[in-house]
């Protein structure tokens, strides 16, 4: 009971995990010591608003936080059966595996996203594949699309053809939007060996968490797939292109493997919604209308 109860008041609590998780006898890799799990009851009783020390007592009373006293003491001895765990100390176990996986995922993104890199600069394995890749990078920019669209809003001479337009403007504007918002909030830095010589960035462009070309390539081709009429080849083409432009990002290490996978599900995503939200004459006539009169 004095030594956990020591770890928690006389350290820095960053510091104790920090040292528990690299030891592989210590609570979080379940040795039994109260340390960790001290630390995280002291977390959740602060969250629920009860007085820290009583909850600490409270957890390190229980037969999970004494060094071998659950299961075998309990089964050999005559004393009565453990009282069942605080609700706190359940919860706990599934965060830290939680943790465990999410900790896994991000070290095989990483890995993966630094072999896959073969085109971060030009003395790189693919070195030489990379103004290729960047001519890519230009097809699927924010900038090549949004003006793009607006070119062919003023030349589109039919009705239908505009209804169309104005929604593929609309969709280019809510993913830029929600992007920006995300990479915002998420802050996750760009891979190491990205060289940041993109076209043309916004201040969030900084942040790679998604991608905003991946999102860009799986919404335009979902737009393009259901409201153009194409042959087979080139809606194979299309799909391809999508998918070339995401590897290229991470080829080109400017993103890790799931910014481009969570941009490719966001796109597909903000495709529902501008669907969902189609502008018509119907149910937007000012937009149209105040086109018209351009
Ligand atoms: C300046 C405008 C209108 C858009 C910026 C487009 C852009 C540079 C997005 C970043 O894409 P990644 O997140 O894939 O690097």
Request: proline letters at 6%; charged letters at 15%; aromatic letters at 8%.
């Amino acid at each position: 009971m004095a030594s956990p109860r020591r770890s928690v008041e006389g350290r820095p609590l960053g510091a104790s995990v920090s040292s528990n998780t690299s030891n592989p006898g210590s609570p979080a890799h379940g040795g039994g010591s109260s340390g960790r799990f001290e630390f995280q009851s002291l977390l959740s009783s602060r969250a629920a608003g009860v007085d820290p020390t009583s909850a600490r007592l409270r957890a390190s009373e229980s037969p999970v936080h004494r060094r071998g006293s659950f299961p075998v003491a309990a089964a050999g001895s005559s004393q009565a059966p453990p009282p069942s765990l605080p609700e706190e100390d359940r919860m706990d176990l599934n965060p830290s595996f939680l943790g465990i996986a999410l900790r896994s995922l991000l070290a095989i993104d990483l890995w993966l996203s630094k072999k896959l890199g073969v085109c971060a600069g030009e003395s790189s394995s693919w070195g030489s594949v990379r103004p290729l890749m960047k001519l890519l990078e230009i097809s699927g920019h924010g900038i090549t699309w949004l003006l793009g669209t607006l070119y062919c809003l003023c030349r589109s001479d039919s009705w239908a053809g505009r209804e169309v337009l104005m929604n593929l403007l609309f969709a280019l504007l809510l993913d830029l939007l929600v992007v920006a918002l995300i990479k915002g909030l998420v802050r996750r830095p760009r891979p190491a060996h990205n060289q940041m010589d993109m076209f043309v960035t916004l201040s969030v462009d900084k942040y790679s968490f998604p991608s905003g070309h991946a999102t860009r390539a799986s919404l335009v081709s979902r737009f393009i797939l259901k409201h153009l009429v194409l042959a087979i080849p080139l809606r194979v083409l299309v799909v391809l292109w999508a998918f070339i432009l995401g590897l290229s990002r991470v080829m080109l290490g400017r993103h890790n493997v799931t910014d481009v996978a969570f941009g490719f599900f966001l796109g597909y995503m903000q495709y529902s919604i501008v669907d969902y939200c189609w502008l018509s004459p119907h149910n937007a006539p000012v937009l149209f209308i105040l086109w018209n009169q351009q």
